[in-house]
């Protein structure tokens, strides 16, 4: 099992690109999350979704949509990038929504000039 | 709103030492607290997970306690190893009242010399 994967592994954009962010699970998890992780603060959740067919916002949702295209894939999309979305980007599952513990995937390190 | 705090954001020790990685938070309606390990350019890896009406978990050099009603978890790490030098993240779980929302910690960076 791949566990959950993402990409692209690195990207960077420039200032009103958009761009596409793919994460998929097989580990037949419901639910399934997007954070980012900025230095010197903890993740933040940006997108959820409980189970498939629906999607929530997070903390920090301003800038981004979230798709969940099926039960194993939930995409994330920057539709006009800006500098203050350069950051690390994190997908996770979890069995349930609120199950004891979510999987990560390795991250996307997206830069916007 | 639900703040996790990490003391202190680095630590460097010698090869051998314990580790003691501190973990605040402010509201303890939780339903549990969790400990990942970073390492650099990768995802989180899960360590412990303590329920809310445990005191402590434990595995293999690792234990993590829990005092809810300070708002306080401890991660021990016995005799470290340079392997264990990593960000160590806290995450405390929210109830369903407050809709399973995971607040993480900014993480200590440890770094064992060898």
């Not at chain 1, 979704?49 to 920057?78: C, H, I, M, Q, W």
């Not at chain 2, 607290?33 to 997970?49: E, I, Y």
């Not at chain 2, 401890?74 to 369903?96: E, F, K, R």
Request: proline residues 4%; glycine residues 8%; neutral net charge.
């Amino acid at each position: 099992n791949a566990g959950v994967t993402q990409t692209p592994k690195f990207q960077v954009l420039k200032t009103g690109q958009s761009m596409t962010l793919q994460c998929a699970q097989d580990m037949n998890h419901n639910s399934m999350y997007w954070y980012r992780q900025d230095p010197g603060m903890g993740l933040r959740l940006i997108y959820y979704s409980a189970s498939e067919g629906t999607t929530d916002k997070g903390e920090v949702p301003n800038g981004y949509n979230v798709s969940r295209l099926n039960k194993r894939e939930f995409s994330l999309r920057l539709e006009s990038a800006a500098p203050s979305q350069t950051s690390v980007y994190f997908c996770a599952s979890s069995e349930d929504w609120g199950s004891d513990t979510q999987y990560f995937g390795p991250g996307t390190r997206l830069t916007v000039l | 709103k639900q703040e996790v705090t990490q003391i202190p954001a680095a630590l460097s020790v010698p090869e051998g030492e314990n580790l003691v990685l501190n973990c605040s938070f402010t509201d303890s309606a939780i339903y549990n607290l969790q400990w990942f390990r970073q390492d650099p350019g990768k995802g989180l890896t899960s360590l412990l997970l303590i329920q809310s009406s445990q005191r402590e978990q434990t595995s293999g050099r690792l234990n993590a306690s829990l005092d809810k009603s300070s708002g306080r978890s401890t991660l021990y790490i016995a005799a470290s190893q340079p392997g264990d030098s990593a960000t160590y993240l806290c995450a405390v779980l929210a109830t369903p009242s407050n809709d399973y929302k995971l607040s993480f910690g900014a993480g200590t960076t440890v770094t064992v010399r060898a």
